[in-house]
């Protein structure tokens, strides 16, 4: 069994960055595929951020070159650095943990963008 816990939304501006923090409680954190979804108001979720065992990540189209996935398997924790923030960014910020059969999510972490 794994919780995720995520931190770091917020209020911000066009043009600013924030970093989100996905901790993982349970063992194993180091063999899960952990990636960072999103959801706006009346849109389906979609794939932000993936980051593989092995370190190797992929982005959504419209967060590549914006976005940076990273995670520290010591601290048991993903994070999603997020530069040049849109409007079109606004949502809720979901962490994902994926093993086999075994998927988990987080509760989730508000990001709005206004200027």
């Known amino acids: 069994q794994v919780q995720l816990v995520e931190s770091g939304g917020g209020l911000v501006q066009p043009g600013d960055s924030l970093r989100l923090s996905c901790a993982a409680s349970?063992?194993?954190?180091?063999?899960?595929?952990m990636a960072w979804y999103r959801q706006a108001p009346g849109k389906e979720r979609e794939m932000v951020a993936g980051i593989t065992t092995g370190g190797s990540s992929d982005y959504g189209t419209s967060v590549k070159g914006r976005f940076t996935v990273s995670r520290d398997n010591a601290k048991s924790t993903v994070y999603l650095q997020m530069n040049n923030l849109k409007l079109e960014d606004t949502a809720v910020y979901y962490c994902n943990a994926k093993l086999m059969s075994e998927d988990y999510w987080g509760q989730g972490t508000q990001v709005t963008v206004s200027s």
């Open positions: 349970g063992s194993g954190f180091r063999l899960y595929h």
